[in-house]
């Protein structure tokens, strides 16, 4: 593969390896990599370094005037000059320079061609070329052939560390993201997931200008061709519920919807692989194999088995692997529009129900709240839930207010007649402590329930707290489970805590109440008490 001139991007490296294969890559890794190594499935075990998760205290964006009206500013997106940012570029680009070898990924961000993003990735590591070779859509050898200069290109020099003493640093590390220069800058951590997210990031601030909703979410396909989309956070089964093995996988994090449908913005799926078996998550585990990226994972020397259940480096064990590698991914990843809108929530209150109906009013009042719990601490007899908030159900990731999102979503839901639910994947019987997590052939089965049209027309009931429509029948699930307060023996506890996450909602909100509708803001919860 012809290397690509990058005098331009001010790096002179005799050794550009662009586009290499898997198995190059596997070579590149072993000779070069102290970490790496091949596990008995096939699979590259890799190390990321000190930064075993995302920093996105230290993530920055210019600050410009041609898009400086445009950004939501504040603890997600820091400002940073545009001097600062050519001086982090310029680190960045010394640092390659000295490298006796670089690698290159160009390729894609999104699958339907009227919308996708050429995007180039400069970095020193093979495992971050493997990396993203899965997470990026690859070119045809005609397309690489034809690819030119890119759109977008990221700077990854992440083995080298940002200056502390330089304006707008607050530590070691900065991943910095210029919309004017379309370009990316990172120093100081060699995480994977930082040029993921970066890509991401400027998806989600490209496509709403041009009228196409980004989102953070999976995506699957029924046999009939309906399209359920997943919003969730970390914990709640957005991938697990998306890979169902009776419906075609488009995606299992970020996607769009354009006037023509849906489409997924990646080539690869990056998993969570913390207690990952085959009995749980079988289409998960069958995709760990070769060109599979494990980060942080432990394995067993002799063998080169992984535990998965071994957490010695960090929780946030990660799996990078090919779309395809899933049995029933949709190639291409594009579909229609959605039918179903599914917000996913661990409620460790045990308030929420197993599945609600929502308005559209509603859908936009939950997608901007983007709730979920967890429990507080890990100190011995701390078990108080914790209400965890993030707009859109993917806030670190937002670029234009939470609203703009909220109100896209309202009107692709409207003119597209896609329903809304709120399904809770967490405690149910009481709070954390006391109840019990939601078994998962329940929720499967109300997520089958929901792509079959069951709970359509079914008999519901009002929610006296959050006004939402409570099903109270539905298939190969008991009926006492659906109404959450019938599954306290203390009542009042129940409403207590009802009215307390309640308080919570509406406290959170008053950050969007400004700029928020009446009819969202009606949407919301009611404190009874």
């Not at 190969?476 to 203390?490: A, E």
Request: glycine letters at 8%.
């Amino acid at each position: 593969m012809s290397s690509p001139d990058l005098t331009p991007y001010g790096i002179d490296v005799d050794d550009v390896v662009r586009n290499a294969n898997p198995a190059h890559l596997y070579e590149e890794a072993i000779h070069y990599d102290e970490t790496a190594a091949i596990m008995s499935s096939g699979a590259l075990r890799i190390r990321s370094g000190e930064k075993t998760g995302r920093s996105p205290a230290d993530k920055r964006i210019v600050r410009h005037p041609d898009s400086e009206g445009n950004i939501w500013w504040g603890p997600i997106n820091i400002e940073i000059d545009e001097h600062t940012f050519e001086i982090n570029r310029e680190r960045a680009q010394d640092y390659l320079n000295t490298r006796e070898r670089i690698y290159v990924m160009d390729g894609f961000a999104g699958w339907d061609p009227d919308y996708r993003l050429k995007v180039r990735i400069v970095c020193t590591r093979p495992y971050h070329a493997l990396f993203m070779n899965n997470m990026l859509i690859r070119p045809s050898d005609e397309e690489l052939d034809a690819f030119g200069e890119p759109d977008f290109i990221v700077y990854n020099a992440g083995e080298f560390p940002a200056n502390r003493q330089t304006k707008h640093m607050s530590s070691k590390t900065s991943v910095d993201l210029s919309f004017e220069e379309r370009e990316m800058v990172i120093l100081g951590t060699e995480y994977a997931g930082e040029m993921k997210k970066g890509v991401f990031t400027v998806m989600h601030y490209l496509m709403p200008e041009q009228g196409v909703l980004s989102m953070h979410c999976s995506a699957n396909e029924g046999d009939a061709g309906d399209v359920s989309l997943f919003f969730g956070l970390s914990g709640t089964g957005k991938t697990t519920l998306s890979a169902d093995p009776n419906r075609k996988l488009i995606g299992d994090d970020e996607h769009c919807w354009s006037e023509d449908g849906v489409f997924n913005i990646e080539g690869g799926c990056y998993a969570k692989a913390i207690d990952l078996s085959a009995e749980k998550e079988p289409e998960i585990y069958r995709a760990i194999r070769y060109g599979t990226v494990l980060e942080n994972v432990m394995f067993d020397e002799e063998t080169r088995q992984v535990d998965f259940g071994d957490t010695s480096i960090t929780e946030n064990t990660r799996a990078s692997y090919p779309l395809e590698y899933i049995d029933n991914a949709k190639i291409p990843a594009v579909a229609e529009h959605p039918d179903n809108i599914i917000f996913l929530t661990y409620d460790a209150f045990g308030v929420m129900p197993p599945v609600a109906k929502l308005t559209p009013e509603q859908a936009m009042y939950h997608f901007i709240s983007g709730y979920t719990a967890k429990v507080a601490g890990t100190e011995v007899g701390v078990d108080e839930p914790k209400a965890t908030f993030s707009a859109c159900f993917g806030a670190a990731f937002l670029v234009w207010e939470p609203n703009k999102y909220a109100e896209m979503l309202a009107e692709k839901m409207r003119t597209h007649n896609a329903k809304a639910w709120l399904v809770n994947t967490g405690i149910t019987g009481g709070p954390y402590g006391t109840g019990h997590r939601m078994p998962l052939p329940h929720t499967r089965a109300i997520i089958d329930a929901i792509h079959d049209g069951s709970l359509d027309d079914g008999p519901t009931e009002t929610d006296d707290v959050f006004g939402f429509e409570i099903p109270t029948q539905c298939p190969n699930v008991p009926s006492d489970m659906l109404l959450p307060r019938n599954t306290w023996d203390d009542k009042a506890a129940y409403d207590q805590a009802a009215d307390k996450l309640a308080g919570l909602f509406n406290e959170h909100f008053e950050k969007y109440r400004e700029s928020a509708s009446q009819e969202i803001i009606e949407a919301g919860p009611v404190v009874t008490s």
